[in-house]
């Protein structure tokens, strides 16, 4: 009796141990606040674990996820509160305190396991503040307070602050083998987001997108397994459709045109669909030291068309925007790359710099 208890006692203690021992860290990504030493400094981090130690399948791993994140960010939004048409000046700019919450499960299957389908619940919570520049002229305008900006109304974009629930299905498919300095296969997604009124405090709708991406490594030069040189072709393809009444920043933040598309504001151009292309040719310099570590020369030309009904609007619009351009930076392994982007704009208008047909930017992260 005795020594089944101590037995019983040992796989009590072990359990917990085991299960907490088959998860491991994972770093997703990382923000700055664009008034916090031009975004260089992390203001948002998401990161959590994952446990690829268990199985539901025999033989094709499963994959569970817990990730989190907390920041403090600032949006910079272009629509008119009451009409929803696009704003050219004066856009709404405030700061916004963020934490949110994704639980997961990727389940690979296939003799290779380059298939995968993912299903997930991803939640939030947003406190809105006065952006900390309030007051101040900028070249799209003055910085006006929450209260001054919604002082006419607000039909537009609803409540600011609130919990955010959303529920997602997607497929993935990975043939892209990627080390840094070279890049070669393709990899394509899908994936349908749903964001139901009841379980919401602002939103009410149903997102649709497929992404492709390419990449072929034109040539390579190694010594002693460090990169002295390459030179790599990369593509991505992206088109997404939203659905619904009420159709958060935070899901504009991804799928309005002018997210995709280089040298341009992420909430510019939000119609309900968007396709865009972000075309690279990238030079990696050498490895001098560590692996994954190197200076990196970029030569972009980006494309995208947006068409349909501006977001929370029966206001019909459709336009073309393009950009070509070239990034200097020093890429830190797949977390990020340090450095500056020049942008020329071909077709449309960055409103955040009017007039200005060269626009450029301080990079802490290349977004593929």
């Not at 607000?154 to 497929?171: D, H, P």
């Not at 394509?188 to 919401?200: D, E, T, Y």
């Not at 075309?279 to 560590?290: A, K, S, T």
């Amino acid at each position: 009796m005795n020594k089944k208890l101590v037995l019983f006692i040992l796989l009590a203690c072990l359990l917990p141990l085991s299960l907490f021992a088959s998860w491991s860290f994972v770093y997703d990504s990382w923000d700055g606040h664009p008034r916090v030493a031009a975004g260089l400094v992390p203001t948002g981090i998401r990161a959590g674990v994952v446990n690829d130690a268990l199985s539901l399948f025999a033989d094709w791993k499963t994959d569970f996820y817990l990730l989190g994140k907390v920041g403090y960010q600032e949006r910079l939004v272009w629509q008119n509160p009451v009409s929803g048409s696009p704003l050219m000046a004066n856009p709404l700019v405030y700061d916004q305190l963020l934490f949110d919450w994704t639980l997961g499960l990727n389940q690979y299957f296939g003799a290779s396991q380059k298939h995968s389908l993912f299903v997930g619940y991803r939640g939030s919570y947003e406190k809105e503040f006065d952006s900390m520049i309030v007051e101040t002229t900028l070249d799209s305008g003055t910085v006006q307070s929450l209260s001054s900006f919604f002082s006419g109304g607000n039909a537009v974009y609803g409540q600011l602050s609130g919990i955010g629930t959303n529920i997602g299905f997607a497929y993935h498919y990975n043939d892209l083998d990627d080390s840094y300095t070279t890049s070669d296969g393709y990899a394509a997604s899908a994936l349908l987001w749903f964001g139901p009124m009841l379980l919401n405090t602002n939103a009410s709708y149903a997102r649709l997108e497929g992404e492709v991406r390419a990449a072929k490594t034109l040539l390579t030069l190694t010594e002693s397994g460090k990169n002295l040189y390459s030179i790599v072709l990369a593509d991505r393809l992206n088109i997404s459709g939203v659905f619904g009444s009420s159709i958060p920043l935070s899901v504009q933040q991804t799928t309005s045109l002018g997210s995709k598309v280089r040298g341009f504001g992420t909430f510019q151009y939000p119609t309900d669909f968007s396709i865009a292309n972000q075309f690279d040719l990238r030079f990696n310099g050498p490895e001098p030291f560590v692996s994954g570590l190197f200076p990196r020369l970029v030569l972009f030309f980006d494309i995208g068309y947006g068409w349909g009904e501006l977001y929370n609007t029966s206001i019909p619009e459709s336009g073309l925007i393009a950009s070509a351009g070239v990034s200097v930076t020093f890429a830190i392994r797949s977390y990020m790359d340090i450095g500056y982007e020049m942008a020329y704009l071909l077709a449309g208008e960055n409103y955040e710099y009017p007039g200005a047909k060269m626009v450029g930017k301080i990079l802490a992260r290349l977004s593929f």
